[in-house]
Nanobody
Framework: QVQLVESGGGLVQAGGSLRLSCAAS????????MGWFRQAPGKEREFVAA????????YYADSVKGRFTISRDNAKNTVYLQMNSLKPDDTAVYYC????????????????WGQGTQVTVSS
């Protein structure tokens, strides 16, 4: 497992942008697939985006495709989520996840999770 700490959340107006970061501990970060999930009040956690260990393959939920971009910097043990054209429906706690299997990350069964960072989009 790796320890994950998210940052970058906050309050933004609709149409604005935020960039979330997830810093990971451990020397094996570069071997992990990474993902972002979110959970809005009263709703189940949902998949947002994932990236493989090399950063060459990405996958997005339809709801964020074209607006969000996931990337990683293995030298900094960090994964990012650039969020543009934010909507009130994007309001949620955003969680970072890590697993050695890309598929396992996408389906939400990753073995490492962060504590989350709140994103609030006002209309």
């Amino acid at each position: 497992q790796v320890q994950l700490v998210e940052s970058g959340g906050g309050l933004v107006q609709a149409g604005g942008s935020l960039r979330l970061s997830c810093a990971a501990s451990g020397r094996t970060f570069s071997s992990y697939a990474m993902g972002w999930f979110r959970q809005a009040p009263g709703k189940e956690r949902e998949f947002v985006a994932a990236i493989n260990w090399r950063g060459e393959s990405t996958y997005y939920a339809d709801s964020v495709k074209g607006r969000f971009t996931i990337s990683r910097d293995n030298a900094k043990n960090t994964v990012y989520l650039q969020m543009n054209s934010l909507k009130p429906d994007d309001t949620a706690v955003y969680y970072c996840a890590a697993d050695q299997s890309f598929y396992t990350v996408v389906v939400g069964s990753a073995d490492s999770w962060g504590q989350g960072t709140q994103v609030t989009v006002s209309s």
